[in-house]
């Protein structure tokens, strides 16, 4: 598998994720997202609404990753705390953007008071991510893209950048369901492995009903390696299953 | 808010998470249980099937917190590599488990191949989890919880061992759903979070069809000054209302 694909990450900002409150949904689409684009999704990390753990965090991702991408605690209130930890993480002043301050404007229709201007708010030098939904931007800052915890605004604004990042070779993806256990197939599997260091073969077995399984994915930027090794695949388990 | 609790992180091991084929359901359980025993969960990570950085990210959080789960990577295929790592992360050596062995032993009926007998290897002494669905086992070695990432499987591991744990002052959780939204309460909120440090206020806007809202969960293990802070924050709701 080639190693030039662009690398990311991504920080969620959230108390309420860890305490169990909020599902994350957040995490799924972003790696389908980053899939698509043959960008290489290498960690995440779920972090307390802790200024120092963030600032931290953001630096330590930024510096191991092509990208980092954030989500939540850009809202107005006490808790959100995201633009201001970014700013100290890259150690610039928080500072109201003229184009963010425009737009709220005209959505709040010149009503603004200070927690809408502090929406206006972002790191000097940061570009703002339009949020078609309920107007209060994201932004990116070197190679850290800031988003909305809440779905439907974060997918907004990550379909946004997503045409703008760098593109790497898509892994190809296919998939053998069989019905049998992992421990009989194990040792096989693994000689496969071996034996294609190009493909990236993923065991996962599940229960449907009273039927056990396993479901065998197979990931490679070659598709004719990634055809050939399936195909010895098929031949294992037939073998197995004549046995 | 009480420092003394015990603390928590959660490393989910797994190239199906981060490639985004498999939506994770574990962090959600596990938060949900380590807040009933009052247990503080601070960090999560999420990183692939790779060697080294499952033994430095192990490492790092059984260092830096009182207790380690980890979720996934324990089954018999060569993707497998969690015990391999929590070994290397404690300079042990993996050696069967006599307990464990005679377990499978038992629940194949005898029928014991290398990828069976691999489950029955553990880290030298590490201590069993017993899995009641599928008898390999999970295990425990000083402060790290090494669990299957089959959702059901796991949720049996995290109960069996649940009751083991230090426990902590529980943090009682109260919600106020307002139908406002956050830029107009962000004042009188911040004002009041800054009278309770013992409280931990957060807010989290809502959409519900075409009506916009805010929850405000309010946490503390201080049931008196949780209520004092919600009735104040129920005024400050009730004089915007009247305005």
Do not use: W
């Not at 963010?100 to 200070?114: D, H, T």
């Amino acid at each position: 598998m080639t190693n030039k694909s662009p690398t990311a990450s991504l920080l969620i900002i959230g108390n309420e994720i860890l305490s169990g409150r909020t599902q994350d949904k957040n995490l799924n689409y972003i790696a389908k997202g980053l899939g698509e684009i043959g960008i290489r999704f290498m960690e995440v990390r779920v972090v307390p609404d802790i200024h120092q753990t963030i600032i931290d965090t953001v630096n330590e991702l930024r510096n191991t990753f092509d990208y980092v991408f954030t989500t939540g605690g850009i809202g107005p209130t006490h808790d959100d705390i995201t633009t201001e930890s970014i700013s100290k993480a890259f150690g610039v002043e928080p500072k109201i953007n003229d184009a963010s301050y425009a737009k709220l404007e005209k959505y709040y229709k010149g009503e603004l008071n200070e927690g809408r201007i502090k929406m206006a708010i972002l790191p000097d030098g940061a570009i703002p991510i339009d949020n078609p939904i309920s107007a209060a931007p994201g932004f990116y800052i070197e190679n850290v893209y800031v988003m909305a915890g809440i779905p439907n605004v974060m997918q907004a604004m990550f379909d946004e950048v997503k045409g703008t990042l760098k593109h790497g070779s898509v892994l190809i993806s296919k998939e053998i369901k069989a019905y049998t256990t992992e421990s009989k197939i194990s040792n096989p599997l693994s000689d496969l492995q071996d034996e294609y260091d190009n493909v990236e073969i993923g065991s996962y077995p599940f229960i449907e009903g009273s039927k056990i399984g396993v479901s065998l994915v197979f990931r490679s930027d070659d598709e004719s390696a990634l055809d050939e090794c399936l195909a010895k695949m098929n031949v294992i388990l037939n073998e197995q299953k004549a046995v």
